[in-house]
């Protein structure tokens, strides 16, 4: 995990996300919807909105994907591990939850680009560390079994948040995913600058820890 920098909401993404949504909100707490649209009206489901249930709101966030996609340059805001055209399955993650904060369902700043797999486990956990706060250092790679383990500059403050992240970071499928960006770029398969677009992580990590190859020094 390393620091992400925040990307500057798009032009568009009031029109195609906000508006659309404020107004589904409208209509599944029984107000006039702000927006006209086609098709019959979305029946009411709570008496206010921090009531609505989190499966009930409509996905449209999913329509700011491409643009996170193109912003964050395809790569997992937690994992630092690039999505594949085609076989790569990127997501948009809350950072704070569908079902506790209905007025950031859609907003650009509550948006991480996430691997589906680490989505699904963070579920709706708030404790685990936000990649736009991380600092460099508080989180390393360990070069035998590949899990991300604590930072030599990980802060004390954090230790429960980081060790809560750390369980998300250390799945199977992402130690394989480490170890074969680590075992392509030793074995001379990949460059050095390669790995660093797809796997900046790993590639701070290697050069951090004297790993790098010779040429690359």
Known sequence: MIPVTPAKEPPHFDKKVRKKGLSAIDELVG???RLERRGPRRKKLAAREAD???DAFPPFWR???PDMLEAYERRCAYLALYFEHATGNP???HVLPKSRAWDQVYEWSNYRLCA???NAKKNDLTSLVDPFEVAKGWFALELVAFQVIRGPKAPTRKAKEIEETLLVLNMPECLKAR???VTCYERG???LSYLERRAPFVASELR???RLRQEDL
Do not use: S, V
């Open 208 to 210: 951090r820890q004297g």
């Open 91 to 93: 997501t948009i993650d």
């Open 179 to 181: 170890e074969e960006y």
């Open 116 to 118: 589906a797999l680490i």
């Open 189 to 191: 398969d990949i460059e």
């Open 31 to 33: 107000r006039k919807p």
């Open 63 to 65: 329509d700011a994907l």
């Open 52 to 54: 609505i249930p989190a």
